[in-house]
Nanobody, 131 residues
Framework: EVQLQASGGGLVQAGGSLTLSCTAS????????IGWFRRAPGKAREGVLC????????YSADSVKGRFTVSSDNAKNTTYLHMNSLKPEDTAVYYC????????????????????????WGRGTQVTVSS
């Protein structure tokens, strides 16, 4: 059974850092596309950072480039979203998701919007950035 669980959210001041974790089971990272998404209050879900094939293929939203990075620990089946220089506009519920199989390019393209093609989603974790 495929399961994902995001954690690590919290309240942080603008300019601060936070690392989110996504622990997964039922699949391996290397063979699938993994994505981090967020939904801010009153806004649609958007892709933040996605990767596939061991980071050979990645996508990151313009709004987070240079500030957010991703890493993974395959032994723990956990991926991490490292968020630096946080801004109030980063306030959102953050989700991790996986697309099992299929085209990595389709997955990364989907990351540019709402991640519609991603199959499994974890429960989100709230990140609040105060000004």
């Amino acid at each position: 059974e495929v399961q994902l669980q995001a954690s690590g959210g919290g309240l942080v001041q603008a300019g601060g850092s936070l690392t989110l974790s996504c622990t997964a089971s039922g699949f391996t990272f290397d063979d699938n596309a993994i994505g981090w998404f967020r939904r801010a209050p009153g806004k649609a879900r958007e892709g933040v950072l996605c990767f596939s094939s061991g980071f050979r293929y990645t996508y990151s939203a313009d709004s987070v480039k240079g500030r957010f990075t991703v890493s993974s620990d395959n032994a723990k089946n956990t991926t991490y979203l490292h968020m630096n220089s946080l801004k109030p506009e980063d306030t959102a519920v953050y989700y991790c998701a996986v697309r099992i199989g299929g085209s990595r390019f389709t997955a990364l393209d989907s990351c540019r919007s709402s991640g519609r093609v991603f199959d499994y989603w974890g429960r989100g974790t709230q990140v609040t950035v105060s000004s």
